[in-house]
């Protein structure tokens, strides 16, 4: 459930991360509560993280400084996994937007929701599913990027299933007269894919989605009292 007033964590690992996204990354967020911490973990003695340092002060983002102790092992996932079960267990934040695309996280992240806390991922189409499947909700960086604007599809993603999810939503949400709202809809396609988001294959919106497939649902918007409509689906 979309809380607009819930205060959140947003823990990004730098080593795994793409800065010149922060702005989109933070606008998404913000769709799902309010962005009360916002904290970047890595070494920031190396090069690799001077693009980040741009983004800190105009962000209000803090830097997490880990250094790599060991050859081969990534300190800067334990750092940021320490933290969040500090911000966990001291009752602050509702929720927690863990920016990476490693499957390290997985397991953080199916802990706090077992605390009963909201967890959105953030990070590219290539991250593993046993993250993005460990998150209520999941967007991909592709979708936040300037090319996203021109409604191009995550080129990776398999078309046909979206049809497949959507079709096994709209049965979830369906009334007895085989109609389903598409808000409910939204809700269960979530449910059953924390990444499903319309803009990885070209649209904007659920809706024009659904509709550039005719020959598999059909829709209605009836009028409301208010002189508003709304949208509902069934399977052909």
């Not at 499947?133 to 604007?149: D, M, R």
């Not at 598409?182 to 659920?206: C, E, I, N």
């Not at 497939?213 to 509902?232: A, K």
């Amino acid at each position: 459930m979309v809380s607009e007033s819930r205060p959140l964590a947003m823990l990004i690992d730098g080593d795994n991360a793409q800065p010149s996204l922060i702005e989109n990354i933070l606008a998404e967020t913000a769709k799902y509560g309010v962005v009360t911490t916002r904290r970047v973990y890595g070494d920031w003695t190396t090069p690799q993280m001077n693009g980040w340092k741009d983004s800190l002060h105009s962000y209000a983002v803090q830097p997490m400084q880990q250094f790599g102790y060991t050859v081969g092992k990534n300190a800067t996932d334990s750092a940021l996994i320490i933290d969040a079960m500090d911000l966990l267990h001291g009752g602050t934040v509702g929720g927690f937007c863990i920016v990476s695309s490693d499957s390290d996280y997985t397991r953080l992240a199916t802990r706090i929701r077992e605390q009963g806390l909201f967890v959105m991922g953030i990070g590219r189409s290539d991250t593993p599913k046993s993250f993005v499947n460990a998150c209520e909700i999941f967007v991909y960086t592709e979708n936040l990027s300037p090319q996203a604007e021109k409604e191009v599809p995550v080129a990776d993603l398999d078309v046909s299933d979206w049809t497949q999810t959507t079709t096994r939503a709209i049965e979830m949400a369906a009334q007895d007269d085989g109609w389903a709202f598409l808000g409910a809809v939204g809700t269960y396609l979530r449910q059953l894919d924390p990444a499903f988001d319309a803009r990885s294959y070209g649209y904007k919106q659920l809706s024009p989605l659904i509709k550039s497939r005719m020959d598999l649902f059909e829709t209605r918007e009836p009028r409301m009292g208010n002189g508003t409509s709304q949208v509902y689906v069934r399977v052909r």
